[in-house]
């Protein structure tokens, strides 16, 4: 029974949870286990009505990400103690599970994941096709080459295991209300303070949106982005398969878009199909519960043609169910959860693409304590909805990523692979003319932005693979260039803020690690800290006036890192902030002739006298009234170069004219990685985030511990830097053979017989010729360059290890000669 019966809505409550779903139920369990009972969750019809009704329940734990995999990890070692804890049946079992190659890509792209999962302590071993048929003997082995086996992967019955999460917050004061719809989010002053129900008012200190399909629409009636669309998902259940062996484990064919769970004698048939059927596109009906949709054999019987084959025994069996039920995507595949950038107080947690069933446990667990503490009790930045950005919520861009993002939970995780839908969204000022020069255009956030050239007239391709792909001469000639002469590359994409009034400083450089108070004209490069001391965001700050400055970050922070800042300064503090992103494109020139080529379209002085290393100010270019700084994130002599948006084409164009007599090439993002990888460049979302340390990172030089103010985290990081030797930090690595595979990301760190660490981004380093990479190692006496030389180091690539040498600077021009561009 729930509360509802009893009519008891309460009038306030520390949190409200909307949607009872495994999501909310889920919340709500551990809301109340870290002793938060003042909880209450409405359901507007019955609990699991809308899409946990009809999952598959299939528990794994390896998922494309780090994040994501310890929260899946988390949600089945849950799984295993849940029924005997509220004594509610989940269904729980652990058969464990199958990924299985048809080729040596597949196969490749399966060991590469099972060694990330090493770091985890996650149990996986490596399997022959022989070893297949044993342990799943209805497969026929045909075009196998092997696969994984993992022991501790399952299944579980969807709903019972909510209703155990539902009992277990009940157990504890929690209170759940079925037959209660929200009609609003009540905000007040920018936060959320309850909700309104068809039952009445509920007053709350925070509130979450766990309503799956629903939340897009609820949440934009608050003023908030939560991109996700429903699509259609199928599978069928056959009748009872006599021949089929009891107890099967979990098969995953993602060569052939599907899966297969026994389960009583029957066989599911799931699939993540390429092109996908996106549904609800203008709204969810309102009575909606427990609801299939129509059936559409048409469209799943090219994947059961292909499962018939594989499963010879489903050829003669019965077709007990053909299910068709909708679940949610998000347009890069991960889900939504954390404290929405536009209200705060308030949470989300939706958007799952399919594998809601097996993030509940990990999901639950790190947003209440997010809800507890404030801040998220680990990294999330893979999945925290501050990465999502406004235009998302667009239903037509919705619509058209959907139909490709469902069938990419099971296509190949090509390293460097994008999306092919709902492109070209935001473009720079300068898109048309890079296409002209042979762009091939990559997206982040929205932004097109070249990848790398193939040359003028020359249509680009991309021709994925996990070893050097068909741009790799491409981008070294690029690399090569930026060396030798002088490379043009387009910034645009990166975001700029502005920052001023009278407390401009003060605010600004309480949120700063290093000192923001210098001389107009001076570019400062700092992080943003925690109160941890964990870098939020990494930035560089230009002081452009007493009272203005302006902040650039990346892409993908563009809505987080205004979220930190404006809600880091107080609130009668005398500070505007804006975002100038759009009106304010640029372009990077890098090269020992890049100082040259300014000569030539400026009469400005360029010598390292006028214009030394950190310098920004406004210079004549062409026509033109340009803010040149100089700066650099590729090694080498550079400029960043801000221009309004209506002199951006001039710009180009007079750089471009003149930049023929200096050797002047295009550039794109993949050669910026291989350049900033050989200067041991750091990259936040990568190789520093929310649980590093400027002092883990090696980022000590960008923090002022003593200046006027302090800053936020600089207690934590005094307590680190006090309590010895730092024993995790990041290194920079190369490999040893010169064939090696790439490193790309979560590679283990091996020494001396045990995992010392993992990489967090890779590249092939093409002015030094070799396979690079970052990684964080620990050691509890310290991690030095002593330590790092004493011992060999291996990594380990798709289940092989390879030597590797590591230090803490960078592999290229380690003090820096090449940037400084001094002038004989």
């Not at 290194?731 to 990489?759: C, F, M, N």
Request: hydrophobic residues 40%.
């Amino acid at each position: 029974m729930t509360d509802t019966a009893s009519n008891r809505l309460p009038a306030r409550a520390d949190v409200v949870i909307i949607g009872g779903g495994v999501a909310g139920c889920s919340i709500a369990y551990h809301l109340t286990k870290l002793g938060i009972t003042d909880v209450v969750l409405c359901e507007r019809k019955q609990l699991t009505c809308g899409t946990t009704w009809h999952a598959a329940g299939l528990v794994t734990q390896l998922r494309a990400t780090r994040q994501m995999t310890e929260l899946a990890k988390y949600t089945g070692e849950l799984f295993a103690s849940l029924e005997e804890e509220t004594g509610q049946a989940t269904g729980f079992m652990r058969r464990g599970s199958l990924r299985v190659a048809r080729t040596e890509a597949r196969l490749e792209e399966l060991a590469r994941g099972a060694s990330m999962g090493r770091n985890f302590g996650l149990p996986v071993e490596k399997v022959s096709p022989g070893e297949i048929k044993e342990r799943w003997s209805p497969i026929d082995l045909d075009g196998i080459v092997g696969g994984f086996w993992f022991p501790h992967d399952g299944q579980v019955n969807p709903a019972d295991v909510t209703m155990a999460y539902a009992k277990g917050a009940r157990m504890r004061g929690g209170r759940i209300f079925e037959n209660t719809r929200v009609e609003k989010i009540l905000v007040e002053n920018g936060r959320a303070v309850g909700v309104v129900t068809d039952q009445g008012e509920i007053r709350a200190s925070r509130v979450v949106i766990c309503g799956g399909m629903w939340s897009r629409d609820l949440a934009a009636s608050a003023g908030v982005t939560l991109p996700l669309h429903a699509a259609e998902h199928f599978y069928i259940v056959t009748e009872t398969i006599p021949e089929l062996p009891r107890n099967l484990p979990v098969l995953f064919m993602g060569d052939e878009c599907a899966y297969y769970k026994e389960d009583a004698g029957k066989l599911l048939l799931g699939c993540f199909e390429p092109n996908a059927k996106p549904w609800g596109h203008d709204g969810i009906p309102a009575d909606f519960c427990f609801d299939s949709l129509p059936e559409d054999f048409e469209h799943f019987e090219p994947i059961l043609e292909m499962a018939t084959k594989r499963v010879p025994l489903l050829a003669q069996a019965g077709i007990k169910l053909f299910f068709n039920g909708p679940e949610s995507f998000t347009p890069d595949d991960r889900y939504l959860i954390g404290e929405t950038s536009e209200v705060a107080g308030l949470f989300c947690a939706c958007g799952f693409n399919s594998i809601g069933i097996l993030s509940s446990g990990g999901v639950g667990k790190a947003l209440s304590e997010w809800i507890r503490d404030g801040r998220p009790p680990v990294d999330l930045a893979d999945v925290d909805v501050r990465r999502t950005v406004s235009f998302q919520s667009n239903k037509r861009y919705l619509y058209d990523r959907t139909t490709e993002t469902l069938g990419l939970l099971f296509d190949m995780h090509w390293p460097y692979r994008q999306f092919e839908t709902a492109r070209g969204i935001r473009r720079s000022p300068f898109h048309d003319r890079l296409l002209a020069e042979g762009a091939f255009m990559t997206e982040a956030a929205g932004f097109e932005r070249p990848g790398f050239f193939a040359g003028r007239g020359v249509a680009p391709t991309i021709e994925y693979s996990y070893g050097r792909q068909n741009w790799f001469d491409l981008t070294g000639a690029e690399c090569r260039n930026t060396a030798q002469n002088v490379t043009l590359f387009d910034h645009s994409c990166f975001v700029k803020y502005e920052v001023e009034g009278r407390d401009a400083l003060k605010a600004l450089n309480r949120v700063c690690a290093n000192d923001i108070d210098v001389p107009v004209g001076r570019v400062v490069y700092t992080q943003w800290l925690n109160e941890l001391g964990g870098i939020e965001a990494d930035v560089t700050v230009t002081r452009l006036s007493e009272t203005s400055f302006m902040v650039v970050t990346i892409a993908v922070s563009q809505r987080r890192d205004l979220t930190w800042l404006t809600r880091n300064i107080p609130a009668d503090a005398h500070v505007f902030v804006r975002d100038i992103t759009s009106g304010l494109p640029m372009l990077a020139l890098m090269g020992p002739k890049a100082r040259d080529l300014l000569r030539a379209v400026s009469p400005d002085d360029f010598s390292d006298a006028a214009f030394p290393f950190g310098t920004s100010r406004e210079i004549d270019l062409g026509y033109a009234r340009v803010r040149a700084s100089r700066l650099t994130f590729v090694g080498e002599l550079g400029y960043e170069l801000y221009m309004p948006a209506e002199f951006a084409a001039h710009v180009f164009d007079r750089l471009v004219e003149a930049g023929a007599a200096f050797g002047l090439a295009h550039g794109g993002y993949f050669a910026i990685n291989s350049l900033r990888m050989e200067k041991g460049y750091r990259h936040w979302g990568h190789d520093i985030g929310e649980e590093d340390t400027p002092l883990q990172g090696g980022l000590g030089f960008a923090v002022a511990f003593d200046k006027p103010g302090g800053f936020i985290g600089r207690e934590a990081l005094l307590r680190q830097r006090q309590a010895g030797p730092i024993r995790r930090r990041l290194v920079q690595l190369r490999l040893e053979d010169e064939a090696a595979p790439l490193l790309y990301h979560h590679e283990p760190v091996w020494r001396d017989g045990r995992i010392v660490g993992s990489v967090t981004s890779g590249a092939y380093g093409h002015r030094v010729g070799a396979s690079l990479g970052m990684a964080y190692v620990e050691c509890a006496e310290g991690v030095t360059d002593a330590y790092l030389a004493a011992m060999p180091l291996e990594v380990e690539i798709a289940w092989k290890r390879y030597p590797a040498r590591a230090q803490l600077k960078g592999w290229y021009d380690p003090k820096g000669e090449r940037l400084k561009g001094l002038e004989a």
